[in-house]
């Protein structure tokens, strides 16, 4: 029998053994749905009483595939369907997938390029019987001929360009539906061979940041596996280099729609580079074939990150793994850390730390291992320990803080982020996340991008509010300003000479751009270097140019944000024989409903030793997190962090519960001891 999915209703007759109807409760009834490769899934069912020993099971299913029911009537199995097959539904726009996922795609003018789709449905099951004949493509975009075919598409385009294409399906875009598109002529795309393929071309510089230079210059552009160079000759022979970005995903480029030979490239915080070329086409298929040489054909951050921790674990180990175990004191937490480490080489700072804890009979399992490094984390990047600071109003971003004695702590702060690092190259059962926020020019710094007017808007919004919008938007004259800033009772030039440059609108916004990489870069320069001296040992920055600096926070700290629906999908419920145990797993998930995030991020610290997730969410926690039940009454709830286990009492009222989880993750969710 073939059925829509969602839907599915069998009626139940039940009789004594002498056939007459038998009075029957639908608590006493349980469904298992089997599937064709004996897997079981827990349905969504609702059992009505039709009559007199009669029942109606309505069951809704999400995945496509052939199930037998299988009901149980107190724990005993008493009666199997016949099979039922559910088909995949309608194609949904978005869950249909542009399968290739590069930021460019490259086709020759007047050929056919074909783009692999695949449609699935709302609940994600692949559409087998659909074809893709309500796909379009987004206007304004010279396409000459378009063919649907059975996931896939077909293109011919009709002139040479950079375009931005969508693809739609019922005017919504489809995952991966955005992309750019260069149209090559022949000529072009056969010269990008590498025995053809040229490293440098010349184009006219227009302009940096929205500075126009006084009169026109000829300028060179060369590229390499690793970097787009813009540079100039000074007396033909003396090369400067105006501008430069790194080959990676980070890196955009636009071409004008009015003029196809101008060319803008940016690194998205506001460094961007105008030229004219009419080689830019070239220019921009050169960049992306060295970039698809380099990081292959990533898009997403699944997908880089999957690149990134495969290549960092072949860089790191060539065998398993090793560890070390730390003994640290609880009480002087980073002192004893940085006691206990101060003698490692970079290969010992590369294994695994299982920690002892002094006065504590905890076995490290990984539990206490991530406990400890949240802990750290939130004591020696916090704003009391000295080495970083708050840039704005919002108090969980940090940011480094002038304090050029104290290096060697910076150095250390590196190395053990970049340890933290290193347990993702692991798989998820080893994952040590850390729950600092560092700001946004600082993330850029560590990938080795300049930092810019918008990282001080975004790091700092108060004094972007307070002082830079008021530059930009009104007259300077009267303000007395000069390329120079107060820090304390001292004055600090920009540049040598800046404090005797007076600040007039033609140049304000170049002393704001001075401003910002003062406030972020130039004052804390000796700190981050060290920081990075550290952190590089371990992990080569050519690892990471495939991030921005979004993406290297999700790396650094995994997703911040706790799905309460995520954690009831992904948690595994013990099969207690204790009668009152499922109804007080009711209560449990009722009082986590009610919680607020920061409550339920003290949750997770309670149970799995961090309070942040993978970037997946609950499905990467290896195991999965596991309630278990205790029939003692008058005792809190606890946790085994290794196994990402929450050992659950038997408790009267939802109440008793909340009280007693509440008392537990914000009492006792640090600390170990064997139970």
């Known amino acids: 029998m073939e059925l829509r999915l969602e839907s599915a209703s069998v009626k139940l007759k039940f009789r004594d053994y002498q056939k007459r109807r038998y009075q029957i409760i639908s608590d006493d009834i349980s469904v298992v749905i089997e599937g064709e490769d004996n897997c079981n899934i827990k349905p969504q069912y609702k059992i009505t009483k039709v009559d007199s020993g009669e029942l109606k099971v309505d069951a809704r299913i999400f995945i496509a595939g052939t199930y037998t029911f299988k009901f149980y009537y107190r724990d005993h199995d008493c009666f199997h369907s016949e099979k039922f097959n559910f088909a995949s539904g309608p194609a949904f726009a978005s869950n249909i ?12 003018v007047h050929e056919i390029f074909t783009i692999p789709i695949e449609l699935r449905d709302e609940h994600n099951n692949l559409c087998l019987t659909y074809n893709a004949s ?11 001929f ?10 011919i385009v009709n002139e040479v360009g950079f375009f931005t294409v969508d693809i739609l399906f019922h005017q919504c875009v489809i995952k991966n539906g955005s992309f750019n598109l260069l149209c090559l002529t022949e000529s072009e795309y056969r010269s990008l061979t590498p025995e053809r393929m040229k490293d440098y071309f010349e184009a006219d510089f227009i302009s940096k940041n929205d500075q126009t230079p006084h009169r026109k210059r000829r300028i060179y552009v060369y590229l390499n596996s690793r970097r787009i160079h813009f540079r100039q000759y000074l007396f033909c022979i003396i090369p400067k280099n105006i501008a430069s970005y790194r080959i990676s995903p980070v890196t955009k480029f636009t071409l004008s729609p009015s003029d196809q030979d101008l060319l803008t490239v940016s690194s998205g915080f506001g460094n961007r580079i105008t030229v004219r070329a009419a080689t830019a086409r070239m220019i921009i298929a050169t960049f992306y074939h060295f970039l698809c040489k380099s990081v292959g054909k990533l898009e997403s951050f699944e997908e880089k990150q999957k690149n990134f921790l495969t290549k960092l674990y072949k860089h790191s180990f060539t065998t398993v793994r090793q560890k070390t175990e730390l003994f640290i004191n609880r009480e002087n937490l980073i002192q004893s850390t940085i006691e206990a480490t101060k003698n490692f080489s970079d290969a010992a700072w590369a294994k695994r730390f299982e920690i002892r804890f002094d006065n504590e009979r905890g076995l490290d399992w990984g539990g206490i291992r991530r406990e400890w490094a949240t802990v750290l984390s939130q004591q020696i990047f916090g704003n009391d320990y000295g080495l970083f600071e708050t840039l704005g109003d919002d108090m969980s971003v940090v940011h480094p803080k002038p304090n050029s004695n104290r290096l060697g702590e910076f150095k250390f702060c590196g190395k053990f982020l970049a340890n933290s690092l290193l347990s993702l190259s692991e798989g998820s059962s080893y994952i040590q996340l850390i729950p600092t926020r560092f700001s946004r020019s600082f993330l850029a710094l560590i990938l080795g991008l300049p930092v810019s007017l918008k990282h001080l808007e975004i790091d700092n919004p108060s004094m972007y509010e307070r002082r830079v919008k008021y530059i930009l938007e009104n007259p300077v004259e009267d303000l007395e300003l000069c390329f120079a800033e107060e820090e304390g009772t001292e004055e600090v030039e920009f540049y040598q000479g800046g404090a005797k ?22 004052r804390v320069n000796k700190e981050i270097e060290a920081f990075l001296e550290g952190f590089n040992a371990l992990i080569p920055s050519n690892l990471l140019e495939v991030f921005d600096e979004n993406e290297l926070e999700l790396l650094f700290c995994g997703s911040s944000e706790i799905s309460v629906s995520d954690m009831k999908a992904h948690t595994n419920v013990e099969n207690s024989t204790h009668p009152k145990f499922q109804q007080n797993v009711k209560y449990f998930w009722s009082v986590v409903e009610s919680m607020t995030q920061t409550e339920l991020a003290r949750l997770i610290q309670f149970i799995t030793g961090s309070c942040r997730l993978p970037v997946a969410g609950f499905k990467d926690l290896v195991p999965n997190l596991q309630i278990t039940c205790i029939p003692n009454p008058n005792r809190l709830p606890s946790s085994h962090t290794c196994f990402n286990e929450l050992c659950l009492p038997i408790y009267s009222s939802d109440g008793e519960l909340h009280r007693s989880l509440l008392t537990a993750i914000n009492d006792g969710c640090t600390g170990f001891e064997l139970v």
């Open 97 to 108: 997938t542009k399968l290739t996922n590069f930021p460019a795609e490259d086709c020759i």
């Open 134 to 144: 309500n796909l379009e493509m987004s206007k304004n975009f010279p396409v000459g």
């Open 146 to 155: 378009c063919r649907f075919k059975t996931n896939e598409l077909d293109l």
């Open 501 to 522: 440059e007076e600040v007039t609108d033609e140049n304000k916004l170049r002393y704001l751009h001075y401003l910002a990489q003062y406030r972020l870069h130039t």
